[in-house]
């Protein structure tokens, strides 16, 4: 959400934000609204103090004049106040659909294709026998099954075994070590929440079809795609110190995700899925920029350490405005390289939104001087699973069909190697 004030002063860059980043509002519509809103609040405001007035002079010495100017006033009153409900309804709504302005260096396009590489690690892996993915290996060595989780959970669905469910919880018990370790709060916190949480971080109205509703009550109840929402909406309609930032949390959680409009994409194996498990980050700061910029780049190297201590290829990739949503100023996808697609492929993302989500949570902070702003929210995916298991089992097969485990990983695994069975 932005300021109204700001989109009246920048309407053309608001226009200009709209187009790059491809969506589809009125934001003419929403500035006469705005001014409407305006005009009868003022109104309202003028009736309540002539209200006022009628009131002292009737409780004085009342006059008939009085008494029917009191009337009238309170009926105007009443049809202004009606009116200004339904116009703050209104306006409230259009607000939600405003999307914050990108950064001045993030890559404008329509898509993922416009997005940028900008730095690389690792060397990619060079086998002297034919690649396996992830789903062969995993049927191979009794790790996945793929076909009885479509069975039990229809399209999407699996079912983790033996080493590769102890894989599983072995990299996030480990990214959620790593990140404690650097100074985050573990918080456990729900996964069912109510449609203003999700307002709250902007995945409603934007990812509204990507999650499940489970419960038609009010306000409704949705499961989370991700803990940021949670984490975020622990902090709404608060005023924090300044001395209190930045707030620095995490989380593991499940994940649930609809997918809608991805039917098609990525169909097979692990990849892209309805459940997951994810630990993420969130930090919130002053509304500084530079300072936000610095965190979003500590959040971005804890990310790239984990990949460097697997030994996973990766590059880094500016998000493009078409591809980064409607809430961020700065987004960096970190790529993976899976060998059974023979391409870099999303499995960690880190996000800048300045101030546009604590406006939509009223999440501030008093400055040391008195005053109070609103706060800067960032947030980043520590690790998701079952998706870097792709990663793992690709890059680390053997030719004799065994997978290797990073030495990082082996202490929560309890083992250094899956041979087949």
């Known amino acids: 959400m932005l300021d109204i004030n700001f989109i009246r002063e920048n309407k053309e860059l608001v226009k200009k934000t709209i187009s790059d980043k491809g969506m589809i509002f009125d934001v003419d519509k929403l500035i006469a609204v705005a001014n409407i809103r305006r005009d009868l609040l003022q109104q309202v405001e003028d009736l309540n103090r002539q209200k006022n007035e009628a009131a002292k002079n009737v409780h004085g010495t009342p006059s008939d004049r009085d008494i029917e100017k009191g009337k009238r006033v309170k009926e105007e009153l009443d049809k202004k106040a009606d009116s200004l409900r339904i116009v703050e309804e209104e306006f409230s709504n259009l607000m939600l659909y405003v999307p914050n302005i990108p950064s001045d260096d993030s890559p404008v396009g329509p898509n993922s294709d416009s997005n940028k590489e900008i730095s690389k690690w690792g060397e990619i892996p060079k086998f002297n026998f034919k690649v396996k993915d992830h789903i062969e290996i995993g049927k191979t060595l009794d790790i996945i099954d793929l076909e009885a ?57 934007f990812a509204g079809d990507n999650t499940y509703k489970v419960a038609d009550t009010e306000p409704s109840i949705f499961l989370a795609g991700t803990s940021e929402p949670s984490l975020l909406a622990y902090y709404q309609e608060t005023t924090v110190s300044e001395d209190a930032l930045p707030i620095k949390v995490c989380a593991l959680t499940h994940c649930y995700r609809s997918e809608v409009g991805d039917y098609g994409k990525d169909t097979k194996g692990l990849f892209r899925v309805h459940e997951f498990d994810k630990v993420e980050q969130v930090i919130i700061c002053k509304d500084d920029l530079q300072e936000s910029e610095d ?37 960096n996808d970190i790529e993976s390289w899976m060998p059974g697609r023979e391409k870099y492929r999303e499995t960690h993302s880190n996000s800048n939104l300045t101030d546009w989500q604590a406006r939509r949570l009223n999440l501030k902070y008093k400055t040391k001087d008195g005053n109070t702003a609103y706060c800067y929210t960032l947030n980043n995916t520590v690790i998701a699973s ?18 290797k485990i990073p030495e990082v990983l082996q202490k929560y695994t309890g083992f250094s190697e899956i041979k087949p069975k």
């Open 149 to 205: 989780g479509v069975k039990v959970a229809g399209f999407r669905g699996y079912y983790l075994k033996n080493e590769g469910a102890k894989l599983h919880w072995a990299v996030l018990q480990y990214a959620l070590e790593k990140i404690t370790q650097a100074g985050f709060t573990q918080m456990i916190p729900p996964t069912l929440v109510h449609k203003k949480a999700l307002i709250g971080s902007g995945h409603i109205p």
């Open 295 to 331: 965190y979003f780049k500590q959040m971005q190297q804890i990310s790239e350490s984990i990949l460097q201590e697997f030994g996973i290829p990766y590059h880094v990739v500016a998000t493009s405005t078409g591809d980064m949503g409607a809430g961020k100023y700065r987004m």
């Open 386 to 403: 079952p998706r870097i298991l792709i990663s793992l089992l690709e890059n680390f097969q053997q030719q004799d069909g065994s997978v």
